[in-house]
């Protein structure tokens, strides 16, 4: 299971930390968990960002001549990232700058090849049509790579991560396990894998056909435009649980571990990869050979250790790597 996305939350970018907070904060009175026993929603952690890291990284002339003419000649790569996804993608109060994880490696990446990066926000659901239009030379938003998605554009992989469960402080509904999702209202940011598992029966890790052959009713599969709307559904029980990439749901119980909890393990790790459009030429091919040398150097692991999500590094970037 893995916008696979497996694609929340700075958190909510900028709305999202501040009304869960909110909630954490009022919420002092005990109330009983799946179990029976009280529970009382934690003090309200909330935790700065990290800052952007800034490298100095020199170009890697091998993969630079890489580069399609095309490209050597705009001087720029236009990336596309719906930045509602923290800690990978996504935008502070106030601010229409997209930061995080992706965004460092993507700077990097250009800076190893000797090329702007301009990253511009769009919806998740869309990018991948909107590379195979020519609007964007790639796309970089937490992409599992999959078999199927692979049909229409090609990835270059420098990242894994798997799919964890998020639910309301507490656990009120007792979700530990997928088969408790059967009957639930789910919710799942639109265009991503998690989405798919709960609203189609014949998807890759399906819950919905997991949950007919035990006997069950399926999974409510409900999708939101962007992640912050997912968590707002689930502050606002609007939904009882929803599934997203491990590192951004981890990332989120950073930021308001009043507010939601996880459950179980993440399940499904499987590699992000950067996409690009089939007609691209060698652009793969450059992308593939820097994101080599920003492992060989250095570079990679200090953009993971600095966004908290080093445990999804891999130590070998491949295209078209879906497993």
Same mark, same amino acid.
């Given at each position: 299971?893995?916008?696979?996305?497996?694609?929340?939350?700075?958190?909510?970018?900028?709305?999202?930390?501040?009304?869960?907070?909110?909630?954490?904060?009022?919420?002092?009175?005990?109330?009983?968990?799946?179990?029976?026993?009280?529970?009382?929603?934690?003090?309200?952690?909330?935790?700065?960002?990290?800052?952007?890291?800034?490298?100095?990284?020199?170009?890697?002339?091998?993969?630079?001549?890489?580069?399609?003419?095309?490209?050597?000649?705009?001087?720029?790569?236009?990336?596309?990232?719906?930045?509602?996804?923290?800690?990978?993608?996504?935008?502070?109060?106030?601010?229409?700058?997209?930061?995080?994880?992706?965004?460092?490696?993507?700077?990097?990446?250009? %800076?190893?090849? +000797?090329?702007?990066? &301009?990253? $511009?926000?769009?919806?998740?659901?869309?990018?991948?049509? !909107? =590379?195979?239009? @020519?609007?964007?030379?790639?796309?970089?938003?937490?992409?599992?790579?999959?078999?199927?998605?692979?049909?229409?554009?090609?990835?270059?992989?420098?990242?894994?991560?798997?799919?964890?469960?998020?639910?309301?402080?507490?656990?009120?509904?007792?979700?530990?396990?997928?088969?408790?999702?059967?009957?639930?209202?789910?919710?799942?940011?639109?265009?991503?894998?998690?989405?798919?598992?709960?609203?189609?029966?014949?998807?890759?890790?399906?819950?919905?056909?997991?949950?007919?052959?035990?006997?069950?009713?399926?999974?409510?599969?409900?999708?939101?435009?962007?992640?912050?709307?997912?968590?707002?559904?689930?502050?606002?029980?609007?939904?009882?649980?929803?599934?997203?990439?491990?590192?951004?749901?981890?990332?989120?119980? %950073?930021?308001? +571990?009043?507010?939601? &909890?996880? $459950?179980?393990?993440?399940?499904?790790?499987?590699?992000? !990869? =950067?996409?690009? @459009?089939?007609?691209?030429?060698?652009?793969?091919?450059?992308?593939?050979?820097?994101?080599?040398?920003?492992?060989?150097?250095?570079?990679?692991?200090?953009?993971?250790?600095?966004?908290?999500?080093?445990?999804?590094?891999?130590?070998?970037?491949?295209?078209?790597?879906?497993?």
């Amino acid at each position: 299971m893995t916008r696979f996305r497996v694609r929340t939350l700075v958190l909510l970018p900028a709305l999202a930390a501040t009304s869960l907070l909110a909630v954490g904060c009022g919420a002092t009175t005990e109330k009983p968990n799946a179990g029976g026993q009280p529970c009382t929603p934690g003090t309200a952690t909330e935790l700065p960002d990290p800052k952007p890291l800034t490298v100095n990284e020199p170009v890697a002339q091998a993969a630079a001549a890489k580069l399609p003419d095309a490209v050597k000649a705009k001087g720029k790569l236009t990336i596309a990232a719906d930045a509602s996804y923290a800690p990978n993608e996504f935008t502070t109060e106030g601010s229409n700058q997209i930061i995080g994880m992706d965004v460092d490696l993507g700077n990097a990446i250009g %800076k190893a090849l +000797g090329i702007q990066v &301009e990253f $511009v926000n769009a919806s998740f659901d869309g990018i991948l049509a !909107g =590379i195979q239009a @020519g609007r964007y030379d790639a796309g970089m938003s937490s992409f599992t790579d999959t078999k199927e998605r692979e049909q229409s554009v090609d990835f270059v992989t420098y990242f894994k991560a798997g799919t964890s469960t998020m639910v309301r402080k507490c656990n009120p509904k007792g979700i530990k396990t997928d088969l408790d999702l059967c009957g639930k209202n789910v919710g799942a940011e639109n265009g991503t894998i998690q989405l798919d598992q709960i609203t189609k029966e014949d998807a890759d890790g399906s819950l919905i056909k997991k949950c007919k052959d035990a006997g069950k009713n399926p999974p409510n599969g409900q999708g939101f435009p962007k992640q912050t709307d997912v968590n707002a559904a689930l502050q606002a029980d609007r939904i009882d649980a929803y599934l997203a990439d491990s590192p951004v749901v981890d990332y989120a119980l %950073k930021k308001t +571990g009043d507010a939601f &909890e996880k $459950v179980g393990e993440a399940q499904g790790v499987a590699p992000y !990869g =950067i996409a690009v @459009g089939k007609n691209s030429g060698t652009l793969k091919d450059a992308l593939q050979a820097a994101v080599q040398q920003l492992m060989a150097d250095g570079t990679y692991q200090k953009v993971l250790d600095n966004w908290g999500v080093k445990d999804g590094a891999i130590n070998q970037s491949t295209i078209n790597g879906a497993q």
